[in-house]
């Protein structure tokens, strides 16, 4: 009875020690357990700050983007606006640089008028001059060769009253020339001042244009600015999806 109760109490022992054994592995398991919950948790915690970041870049990136396109929709308008002048600006320049050219080239052509007018009267003028001459000359030898008389004293008259007749078509000839001089003058002054007005509508075409060039060139960087924001925030929306799932 002793030894078969000794038999039992060492298979109970035994029976005890192996159910301890599976306890402790159990604990051991169970501690594991927790401590891969725990790890989950904190990840799973993990995952959701950075879900909540994303969530938060992306709504500021949103925002950047509304006011990016905020900004591009007013620089749009401003440069709608400047367009508009701009244009407006430029075909009153053109025009006035037409009006300015066609008065510059009548200016010209009444100078160049002018200009024949005066040699014309110059012209005359050296015939009038080259007639008194011949006139002086005949009235001259005639006086030499005369012999008297009243044909000759006649004819002297005659010549007298012909060289008074050219010394004022002379004078006539020159007081045109004069005239034409003073025209061709007043001519070439309006000529210049045209030119120079001229100069100076084209100066400021040519200013308009490197405005106009300006203002194309922060439209075009304000565009890119607003793409890149939209692009950026359209990835930043991913991520945070990505996150999310």
């Given at each position: 009875?002793?030894?078969?109760?000794?038999?039992?109490?060492?298979?109970?022992?035994?029976?005890?020690?192996?159910?301890?054994?599976?306890?402790?592995?159990?604990?051991?398991?169970?501690?594991?357990?927790?401590?891969r919950a725990d790890e989950a948790e904190l990840e799973a915690d993990n995952?959701?700050?950075?879900?909540?970041?994303?969530?938060?870049?992306?709504?500021?990136?949103?925002?950047?983007?509304?006011?990016?396109?905020?900004?591009?929709?007013?620089?749009?308008?401003?440069?709608?606006?400047?367009?508009?002048?701009?244009?407006?600006?430029?075909?009153?320049?053109?025009?006035?640089?037409?009006?300015?050219?066609?008065?510059?080239?009548?200016?010209?052509?009444?100078?160049?008028?002018?200009?024949?007018?005066?040699?014309?009267?110059?012209?005359?003028?050296?015939?009038?001059?080259?007639?008194?001459?011949?006139?002086?000359?005949?009235?001259?030898?005639?006086?030499?060769?005369?012999?008297?008389?009243?044909?000759?004293?006649?004819?002297?008259?005659?010549e007298s009253a012909s060289a008074e007749q050219w010394r004022k078509e002379?004078?006539?000839?020159?007081?045109?020339?004069?005239?034409?001089?003073?025209?061709?003058?007043?001519?070439?002054?309006?000529?210049?001042?045209?030119?120079?007005?001229?100069?100076?509508?084209?100066?400021?075409?040519?200013?308009?244009?490197?405005?106009?060039?300006?203002?194309?060139?922060?439209?075009?960087?304000?565009?890119?600015?607003?793409?890149?924001?939209?692009?950026?925030?359209?990835?930043?929306?991913?991520?945070?999806?990505?996150?999310?799932?």
């Amino acid at each position: 009875v002793r030894s078969q109760a000794g038999v039992e109490l060492s298979a109970a022992y035994q029976a005890e020690e192996a159910l301890k054994a599976e306890l402790s592995d159990a604990a051991a398991k169970a501690k594991a357990l927790l401590a891969r919950a725990d790890e989950a948790e904190l990840e799973a915690d993990n995952q959701q700050s950075r879900a909540h970041l994303a969530e938060s870049l992306a709504k500021r990136r949103q925002d950047e983007l509304e006011h990016v396109q905020q900004l591009a929709e007013k620089a749009k308008a401003a440069l709608t606006s400047v367009r508009q002048e701009l244009g407006s600006e430029c075909a009153a320049a053109k025009a006035q640089v037409d009006v300015e050219r066609k008065l510059a080239m009548e200016a010209e052509a009444s100078a160049e008028r002018s200009r024949l007018d005066a040699q014309a009267a110059r012209a005359v003028e050296q015939e009038a001059r080259v007639a008194e001459q011949e006139a002086k000359a005949a009235l001259k030898k005639m006086r030499k060769e005369s012999i008297g008389g009243s044909d000759a004293g006649s004819y002297a008259a005659g010549e007298s009253a012909s060289a008074e007749q050219w010394r004022k078509e002379v004078a006539a000839a020159q007081s045109a020339e004069q005239q034409a001089r003073a025209a061709e003058k007043q001519l070439q002054e309006g000529l210049s001042t045209a030119q120079a007005s001229d100069n100076a509508s084209k100066d400021a075409l040519k200013q308009v244009k490197q405005e106009l060039a300006q203002m194309r060139v922060l439209f075009a960087e304000s565009t890119a600015a607003r793409q890149q924001a939209e692009q950026e925030a359209q990835q930043k929306g991913y991520e945070a999806a990505a996150a999310r799932e």
